[in-house]
């Protein structure tokens, strides 16, 4: 259980174009989504919390109008890298989270979208 | 702000040998702790979680051990196999909120 769906997997594209990335949530009700954004050989880098029906929380650092964060429905977040740059190629994850009747649960997470701008 | 820290970013040991990863974090108010496997080019795998009410937990092959005194989080992978080599990052999370913390990661490479 606990699958995490993220798409695509690869994108290489001319910088200026807009990339549109796909999470969703196969098996559970996900009201929490997040996108982290990872460096090589570096540890996850926050980049937004997402609930179902409200506006992404963005961490510091992070723009808005660059990152654009759409969580519609409960099982699915999309995160559109608008007019992306050769300094936006990066691997992005996304995760979601099932709050469980037991209290805390884990981040399950995608397989990853490695993004290459030409 | 909180940091979680992992002691040694590389980790190499003999196949069939126990590995151990090690996680010290500095939130007092932590009360949840999970270990994630990531493997070259794919996301983080959950591998076992445990509660600040318990201080060790088992799994297949894996036991994470507490030490809330200390702040401290440990991995064991019993009888280590190729299979097992990955980036290892620990993360731990309040009980209000949603957010995680997650460690640098440490590259375990098992030597067959």
């Known amino acids: 259980g606990a699958v995490v769906s993220q798409h695509p997997s690869w994108v290489i594209c001319k910088s200026g174009t807009s990339v549109k990335i796909e999470c969703r949530s196969l098996?559970?009700?996900?009201?929490?989504m997040f996108w982290y954004r990872q460096f090589p050989k570096q540890s996850l880098m926050l980049m937004a919390t997402s609930n179902e029906g409200s506006k992404a929380t963005y961490e510091q650092g992070v723009e808005k109008d660059k990152f654009l964060i759409n969580h519609a429905s409960l099982t699915l977040s999309t995160l559109t890298v608008t007019s992306a740059h050769p300094e936006d190629s990066s691997f992005y994850i996304c995760s979601a989270r099932e709050w469980g009747a037991g209290g805390n649960q884990p981040q399950h997470f995608g397989d990853g979208t490695r993004l290459s701008i030409l | 702000g909180e940091s979680v820290g992992l002691h040694l970013p590389t980790l190499s040991v003999q196949e069939g040998d126990n590995s151990i990863i090690n996680c010290a974090y500095s939130n007092s108010a932590s009360d949840y702790f999970i270990w994630y496997k990531q493997e070259s080019g794919k996301g983080p795998q959950f591998i076992i979680d445990i509660r600040s009410n318990m201080d060790k937990r088992q799994g297949q092959r894996v036991t994470v051990l507490l030490n809330k005194t200390v702040k401290h989080l440990s991995l064991q992978i019993a009888a280590t196999q190729p299979g097992d080599s990955a980036v290892y990052f620990c993360?731990?999370?309040?009980?209000?909120?949603?957010?995680?913390?997650f460690g640098t990661g440490t590259s375990l490479t098992v030597i067959p």
């Open positions: 098996d559970f009700q996900a009201t929490t």
């Open positions: 993360a731990e999370t309040p009980n209000t909120g949603n957010q995680f913390y």
